[in-house]
């Protein structure tokens, strides 16, 4: 005769299907975690890329005798776009502008500020340094 607990070595078709349904819902939350990290890296990736650019632009632009040469002697203010022209990497267009202003301590032809943004999609990344005649 059968007893109940005892030898029983197969699960019910109840079992079964309260397991598959504790792994569903355990790998949907896994695959939404692996989701929102893989956009995560990807954002981060874009946000690298544009800082990046908006350095090598700055760079260009925080030697003063290239600032003359780019942007007038002495240099004049306003904002420039040329020649950041756009940049598109990975199917991603990164649009920089340059723009040139007075230092903080007003009007002198010998301290310039120097802003670098750079948009793509809806966002953008924005590098400030002041340049100064030496």
Avoid: H
């Amino acid at each position: 005769m059968f007893q109940k607990g005892i030898g029983r070595k197969t699960l019910s078709l109840i079992e079964v299907g309260v397991a598959v349904f504790v792994f569903a819902l355990l790998a949907t939350g896994m695959l939404g975690v692996f989701n929102q990290g893989f956009n995560a890296a990807l954002k981060t990736k874009e946000r690298t890329v544009a800082w990046n650019i908006a350095c090598s632009i700055m760079e260009v632009y925080s030697d003063w005798n290239s600032l003359e040469t780019l942007a007038g002697s002495p240099p004049s203010n306003g904002s420039y776009t040329n020649p950041p022209n756009p940049i598109t990497l990975n199917g991603i267009t990164y649009s920089p502008t340059v723009t040139i202003s007075d230092g903080p301590v007003g009007p002198s032809s010998e301290l310039k500020q120097i802003d670098v943004t750079v948009n793509w999609d809806t966002e953008s990344v924005r590098l400030v340094s002041l340049v100064a005649v030496y």
